[in-house]
Structures are given as C-alpha cells and as structure tokens.
C-alpha cells in the first residue's frame, strides 16, 4: 500500500542509521540564504548543500523541495506563537510506521536538519497542526 509516496511495505531505506542524518538545535547564523534557490514560494532545488525550508503563519515555506541524494534540509522555526512537531511519512500511516524523522518539540528560533541519503519523494507534516500543514514534500533526485 502506497501511503505518502513511501511503500510501508519495505524497509525504509533513509532510517537514521545514526546522528549524522538528524540534527536540532538553534538557527543556524547561516540564516535562511545560505543553500539552495528558491522558487517564489512554490519549491525549491539545491545541489548537496543545505536547503531551507521555514515554518511560520503554520505554513512551510516552500511547501515542497528538490535536493540531490546526500542533500541536507534545515527547518527553520519562526512561528511565533505555536510550537511544532516535524514528522515524516503522512498523518494516516499505520502505527507499525517508523518515521524517519519525528521532532521534539520545535519552538520559534529553534531548527532541525535532516540529511536525506537516497532518492525519493518523502512527505511531512507537523503532528501538532495536521488540518494545515500535513501536504509537504521532499524530492531526492
């Protein structure tokens, strides 16, 4: 069964096999410039280097993404006012699902980065505001 573009019927071949994929912490002083292009809003391709994507007005922004295989994703949290909670695969996946990635709580100034190792489309919402941000996506190439 094909839920979120994942097939929950094979292993997962992006599962963290240890803390190099996953990091949380601040922002970064990078800021949101550096890494890839964005689009306007509507998604955006980055070689291997860092991508961001920003949370606040309980959107992500862009909604979805384009990176290389190896290619990192920085989740920039600026909503004031609301905490989030990063998940991947869709709100509806079994309970036998494991997420490749399921965030502690994120507040405003805070990020987490996520390293996607192989190709694919990997779908993510947050688990604390499914009925607005459950449609993201990122595509590995």
């Known amino acids: 069964m094909l839920v979120g573009c994942i097939d929950f019927g094979d292993p997962q071949p992006n599962k963290p096999d240890g803390d190099e994929n996953v990091v949380l912490g601040g922002a970064s002083s990078g800021g949101a410039g550096s890494g ?7 998604g955006a391709t980055a070689g291997a280097e860092e991508t ?23 989740w920039l949290m ?43 489309e990997y779908t993510y919402y947050c688990s604390n505001h499914v009925s607005t941000m459950s449609d993201a996506k990122v595509t590995v190439e």
Request: hydrophobic letters at 35%.
């Open 36 to 42: 890839g292009a964005s689009d306007g809003g509507t």
């Open 78 to 120: 600026e909503d004031v006012g609301f905490f989030h909670f990063l998940v991947e695969g869709a709100p509806d996946a079994p309970a036998t699902y494991e997420p490749l990635f399921d965030t502690p709580r994120l507040d405003p100034g805070e990020d987490f980065t996520y390293t996607f190792k192989r190709p694919g």
């Open 52 to 74: 961001i994507v920003t949370i606040a007005n309980l959107a992500f922004s862009p909604r979805e993404v384009t990176i290389e295989a190896g290619g990192t994703v920085r």
